[in-house]
């Protein structure tokens, strides 16, 4: 016997009386009237998630807990004894050819980190060259892709303002690298140069971009430089020409988290 519509109704009631049918989105839905509609797309519950996810890594960073372990892709080098802090891939890790490179007259030839800065003066080549204090790479690198941090003594009333702008600070540094003697066969191009203040420590920091050049290899730097009570702190993150694409967010988010510490 042929089932009507009406009969075929009656029968879904009669055994299903609290629907269960599939929403438009594919979800099942129970104790629903007639025309209601309640579902999630996965973009609202990624949003969720995220929002959650930007709380912690905020947290983490703020509470300093990314010295312990990676948040955000980043681990935090701490250095409570010269005063300072920055990120660097959670990947990389100590750079021991970096650290003890005034050991090793080859790689001081190498060596892109911008020289000590003074005061409206050309100076003779520095008696002792200052070694990183910090240095990190990946692991098995040979130091052509790393960041670095150097702390070199100054006078107690130098300042890096005396030279002008931000601009104006990127060429002096080139100027010294181009003057240096291992600098003989470099050509340095500044591309960018921008100012970040600190008013509550009262520390400007000098963010620049630039290319070195040389017969035998092209790569791409940034380094930050600042001075406080008597010290010139310099960050330099290099890295071969090739991999610039690659790593450029990177290296700018280690040049914008470091900054001078106080309460450590």
């Given at each position: 016997?042929?089932?009507?519509?009406?009969?075929?109704?009656?029968?879904?009631?009669?055994?299903?009386?609290?629907?269960?049918?599939?929403?438009?989105?594919?979800?099942?839905?129970?104790?629903?009237?007639?025309?209601?509609?309640?579902?999630?797309?996965?973009?609202?519950?990624?949003a969720?998630l995220?929002?959650?996810?930007?709380?912690?890594l905020?947290?983490?960073?703020?509470?300093?807990?990314?010295?312990?372990?990676?948040?955000?892709?980043?681990?935090?080098?701490?250095?409570?004894?010269?005063?300072?802090?920055?990120?660097?891939?959670?990947?990389?890790?100590?750079?021991?050819?970096?650290?003890?490179?005034?050991?090793?007259?080859?790689?001081?030839?190498?060596?892109l980190?911008?020289?000590?800065?003074?005061?409206?003066?050309s100076?003779?080549?520095?008696?002792?060259?200052?070694?990183?204090?910090a240095?990190?790479?990946?692991?098995?690198?040979?130091?052509?892709?790393?960041?670095?941090?150097?702390?070199?003594?100054?006078?107690?009333?130098?300042?890096?303002e005396?030279?002008?702008?931000?601009?104006?600070?990127?060429?002096?540094?080139?100027?010294?690298?181009?003057?240096?003697?291992?600098?003989?066969?470099?050509?340095?191009?500044?591309?960018?140069?921008?100012?970040?203040?600190?008013?509550?420590?009262?520390?400007?920091?000098?963010?620049?971009?630039?290319?070195?050049?040389?017969?035998?290899?092209r790569?791409?730097?940034?380094?930050?430089?600042?001075?406080?009570?008597?010290?010139?702190?310099?960050?330099?993150?290099?890295?071969?020409?090739?991999?610039?694409?690659?790593?450029?967010?990177?290296?700018?988010?280690?040049?914008d988290?470091?900054?001078?510490?106080?309460?450590?």
């Amino acid at each position: 016997m042929a089932t009507t519509p009406a009969a075929a109704r009656h029968h879904y009631q009669h055994h299903h009386p609290r629907g269960g049918a599939l929403s438009r989105c594919g979800e099942r839905r129970v104790g629903w009237r007639r025309g209601e509609v309640r579902c999630s797309s996965p973009a609202q519950e990624f949003a969720a998630l995220a929002a959650v996810f930007r709380r912690r890594l905020v947290l983490g960073r703020s509470l300093r807990l990314d010295v312990l372990y990676p948040v955000g892709g980043f681990t935090r080098c701490l250095d409570s004894e010269n005063g300072f802090e920055f990120i660097y891939p959670a990947g990389w890790v100590g750079d021991q050819t970096l650290l003890y490179r005034g050991a090793k007259r080859a790689e001081l030839q190498r060596s892109l980190d911008p020289p000590p800065l003074a005061n409206g003066r050309s100076p003779s080549r520095p008696r002792n060259i200052s070694e990183p204090v910090a240095a990190f790479g990946p692991p098995g690198s040979s130091g052509e892709l790393n960041v670095s941090v150097i702390v070199s003594p100054v006078p107690q009333d130098f300042s890096i303002e005396a030279f002008g702008g931000p601009k104006d600070v990127g060429e002096v540094v080139l100027r010294r690298i181009a003057k240096t003697k291992r600098g003989a066969d470099i050509n340095a191009t500044l591309l960018d140069a921008a100012l970040r203040e600190d008013p509550t420590n009262n520390v400007k920091y000098y963010r620049l971009e630039f290319r070195v050049e040389s017969p035998s290899f092209r790569r791409r730097n940034v380094a930050v430089c600042c001075a406080k009570d008597g010290k010139l702190y310099t960050l330099n993150a290099q890295a071969p020409e090739s991999a610039w694409k690659a790593v450029r967010k990177e290296f700018l988010a280690m040049a914008d988290s470091f900054s001078l510490v106080a309460d450590v």
